[in-house]
């Protein structure tokens, strides 16, 4: 069975600050890891992506995630944060194969930033 | 154009009523879901279709009936509402294959109330 816990259902941080949001894993076979943002009253957009390819993903908006498979941990990171990046965090994965992109999703992190 | 278009975006409605949502995507996807956010944000899989094929059906009362009539299209009818089926229903797109990772595209969301 697969499952993800995201650490901290709330982060603040001051505008500029480093943004860290935790995402740890269980899963039986390699994942694909995913970060998704929602914000209010909205869907859930992609951030990045972890594929299997390089370790450390890029994604949109400055945002970064590394895998590491030692830790199961998929951590997410902006080294300064703005304004417009509160809102809420949810880390994903799918365990690939056969199950026809059923994602687990963590609990959400709220990311507030305060100018 | 919007890539997942889901309607209507917001429903309320009697206990006991029948309710359907309706999802269309126009990226040329072959998997399409139903995911149900709670009201802690909790975001879990429903249904999963492949090619008109469902494919996953996650212990959901029978109440609820997704259809299919063609890749771009999947609906939610739900019968009976009851209170505890308030919650925001998102319809999700995806390639899914030998290629394919199970990144998904969300729509926007349908809240629906039931009183």
């Known amino acids: 069975a697969q499952s993800v816990t995201q650490l901290g259902s709330h982060v603040s941080v001051s505008e500029g600050a480093l943004v860290l949001l935790r995402c740890n894993y269980s899963?039986?076979?390699?994942?694909?890891l995913f970060w998704y943002v929602q914000y209010p009253n909205q869907g859930l957009q992609l951030l990045l992506k972890?594929?299997?390819?390089?370790?450390l993903v890029k994604g949109i908006n400055g945002f970064e995630a590394e895998f590491k498979k030692s830790e199961t941990s998929f951590h997410l990171t902006k080294p300064s944060a703005h304004m417009s990046d509160a809102a809420e965090y949810f880390c994903?994965?799918?365990?690939?194969?056969?199950?026809?992109?059923?994602?687990?999703f963590g609990q959400g992190t709220i990311l507030t930033v305060h100018p | 154009d919007t890539a997942v278009s889901q309607t209507p975006k917001y429903l309320v409605t009697q206990m006991g009523n029948d309710k359907s949502i309706k999802c269309e995507q126009n990226?040329?996807?072959?998997?399409m879901y139903w995911y149900k956010q709670d009201s802690k944000k909790f975001l879990k899989i429903m249904f999963s279709?492949?090619?008109?094929?469902?494919?996953i059906n996650e212990t959901v009362p029978n109440r609820f009936s997704p259809k299919s009539p063609d890749k771009a299209h999947l609906n939610l009818h739900i019968n009976s509402l009851e209170l505890g089926d308030s919650a925001v229903y998102f319809c999700?797109?995806?390639?899914?294959?030998?290629?394919?990772?199970?990144?998904?595209?969300f729509g926007e969301g349908s809240r629906l109330t039931v009183l």
């Open positions: 999700a797109s995806s390639h899914t294959g030998l290629a394919g990772t199970g990144e998904l595209f």
């Open positions: 899963s039986s076979v390699p994942p694909y």
């Open positions: 972890y594929t299997s390819a390089a370790t």
């Open positions: 994903a994965l799918n365990a690939g194969g056969t199950s026809y992109g059923k994602l687990t």
């Open positions: 990226l040329g996807h072959d998997t």
């Open positions: 279709y492949n090619n008109k094929e469902l494919i």
